[in-house]
């Protein structure tokens, strides 16, 4: 029997799972079928069991067709339902803490489109089309108050797949030489179903069924001629996927190169097809060729770098590959590409290195007038390859402690508010707490306790550098891991003399003053242990250096300006606390 293995959790589509299966049917031996059904049947729930009986049942019963023809009239009744209980809420008043008013609809539409799905599985496209299309307009339907019921109200159905068979249907029921206009009207409507999705393609309705698609090269030459008279950034996605589906990597290059400016996502697919056909060296050119053209500044630029370092990764082109990181740092420079600059030099002399360049280009970045961040604009809708990202203090502070370049750092800090460090570009919440596990002399594993918790915080602050949120968990933990390390790595190799210690210090003591009295005499209950696990590491800081009673003034002081705040002293007496 074959087998089919995946590596991924995503969704198969229905085409490759068809022919997965009717491969698995072919090496199947008749007494192998009945083995696999009794397996498949014990596996059925309780509740499950007559739908499963029901569903071996010839699909093409006269009673299953029938039911299916009802399909429409079953739509409409639950149509007109919708502002019948809206109207029954404007005269009775609604339960306005109901997170789904219409949750009683869920079940019965859920079962709509199941009954949709079959009459698309059985070939009745002209039913499908008229059923998709009627229950999508349910999912628009909004009543006085702004409610209706949603997609995400629909955690049963499988929407993209649903508009993919209302494509297909729309295809396979529109005269061939209306179809370009007629699916081009019905992508937007789709679009506008999900808009927050990844917009519909082609290639969706091409997958939800193994047989091919009638006039499929008519369609995609009218689909293209059509496409090249719109501007807009959907038009010009379909455009490129329709060249890629009719003319493949060729057209692609005579589409990107034609008009590089008009089509720079042209070359990620183009390369992304190259890739596909297994040519390293043609990618790796290709994207120098792509690189060449692009206007400089432009973000995707960094995109097709990475194209590049991969390729010269695979082909083992050193020189290439730093090439390759340095312009994808420059057109989109984030912490992650700063710390892949940093990471394959062999040594920490030259991680300094690549460091200092990075912080120079830095500089002259924030020295240009600031547009929006990439947290809050996207400019395709498709994804943020095009969005500049946000340069800002923190990330170069970054730079520049990576680069051992402790003064410029504290310059970038010093004139900075000793509060707000979470949020904006304050580079302190970063560069204090370095500073302090400078000063404590002692190694990351064995820092006291205090100080190893602002570290953290420090790290936490910095990696939001060049950005808010990534909006991914997993992504942020990596990359605080890899920041740990590059610090693990750079920080013994920082040299300071005596009066540079002092100097530090007394900087990161005056700070640390200032933000735990703003912080406390404001009132910031939620910040009261920031303020006190500062002041600790700054006390612990001060008793490794044999400054016992400096250090323990420092929070006396702190204790008596602020007696009658029992919250912070209980957090203070919390911090410094043997444990």
């Known amino acids: 029997m074959a087998e089919v293995h995946s590596s991924s959790p995503e969704k198969l589509p229905l085409k490759i799972f068809r022919e997965a299966v009717e491969s698995l049917l072919e090496d199947c031996s008749p007494e192998e079928l009945r083995t696999l059904l009794r397996a498949l049947a014990a596996r059925v729930r309780p509740s499950e069991r007559l739908s499963f009986l029901q569903s071996l049942r010839t699909p093409f019963s006269p009673a299953d067709l029938l039911r299916q023809h009802e399909l429409l009239e079953d739509i409409a009744e639950l149509a007109q339902a919708l502002p019948a209980k809206s109207k029954a809420w404007d005269e009775d008043g609604v339960d306005e803490d109901l997170v789904n008013p219409y949750a009683e609809f869920v079940e019965p539409v859920t079962a709509l489109f ?32 702004g409610r209706g019921l949603r997609p995400e109200h629909l955690p049963d159905v499988d929407l993209p797949e649903a508009r993919a068979r209302y494509l297909r249907a729309s295809y396979l029921t529109t005269p061939p030489e209306y179809r370009a206009p007629v ?34 090269d008519g369609f995609l030459r009218e689909w293209v001629a059509l496409l090249r008279s719109h501007e807009d950034p959907d038009a010009e996605a379909w455009l490129r996927e329709a060249i890629g589906l009719s003319e493949g990597a060729s057209g692609l290059r005579a589409l990107a190169f034609s008009e590089p400016g008009r089509h720079p996502r042209a070359f990620l697919d183009l ?7 297994g040519s390293p060296h043609e990618v790796l050119s290709t994207a120098r060729e792509a690189l060449a053209v692009l206007p400089a ?13 991969s390729a010269a990764e695979r082909l083992g082109q050193s020189d290439t590959l730093r090439e390759a990181h340095w312009e994808a740092f420059v057109s989109r420079p984030t912490l992650s590409r700063l710390l892949t600059l940093r990471e394959p030099q062999a040594s920490e002399p030259e991680r300094a290195q690549v460091m200092r360049r990075a912080a120079r280009h830095l500089e002259d970045v924030l020295q240009q007038p600031r547009g929006p961040s990439g947290s809050m604009v996207r400019l395709s809708g498709e994804d943020d390859l ?6 800002d203090r923190r990330l170069l502070a970054q730079a520049w402690l990576l680069a051992h370049d402790w003064e410029s750092a504290h310059q970038l800090s010093a004139s900075e508010s000793a509060i707000g460090w979470t949020y ?48 991914d968990a997993r992504h942020d ?23 540079e210690r002092e100097r530090m210090l007394e900087w990161c003591l005056e700070v640390a003053r200032k933000r735990a009295s703003s912080i406390v005499s404001r009132q910031y209950r939620r910040s009261y242990d920031k303020a006190a696990v500062l002041l600790a590491a700054c006390a612990e800081v001060l008793w490794l ?27 203070l007496d919390a911090a410094v606390r043997p444990r």
């Open 114 to 145: 199941v009954r949709a799905q079959e009459a698309s599985e059985r070939g009745l496209y002209d039913l499908a089309r008229a059923a998709y299309s009627d229950l999508f307009a349910l999912l628009h339907y909004e009543d006085a108050g």
């Open 183 to 216: 699916l081009l009207e019905e992508l937007r409507l789709m679009r506008s179903l999900l808009p927050e999705g990844p917009r519909p393609l082609v290639q969706e309705w091409l997958d939800i069924s193994s047989e091919p698609l009638p006039d499929r």
């Open 271 to 277: 390369l992304a097809a190259l890739e596909r056909e």
């Open 297 to 309: 500044g432009l973000a995707l630029r960094a995109a097709i770098a990475d194209v590049l370092a």
């Open 386 to 391: 095009e969005t500049p990202v946000r340069v």
């Open 424 to 471: 904006g570009d304050n580079p302190q919440g970063l560069v204090v707490p370095l500073f302090l596990v400078l000063l404590s002399g002692q190694p990351l594993g064995a820092l006291p306790r205090n100080v190893a918790r602002s570290w953290q915080w420090g790290l936490d602050a910095g990696v939001q550098a060049g950005q808010w949120s990534s909006g």
């Open 477 to 499: 933990e990596a990359l605080r891991e890899r920041l740990a390390h590059a610090y693990a790595e750079a920080l013994p190799a920082f040299t300071l003399d005596a009066p």
């Open 545 to 571: 250096r044999g400054e016992e009673a400096r250090g323990n003034v420092l929070l006396a002081g702190f204790r008596e300006g602020f007696r009658r705040h029992r919250a912070f002293q209980a957090e």
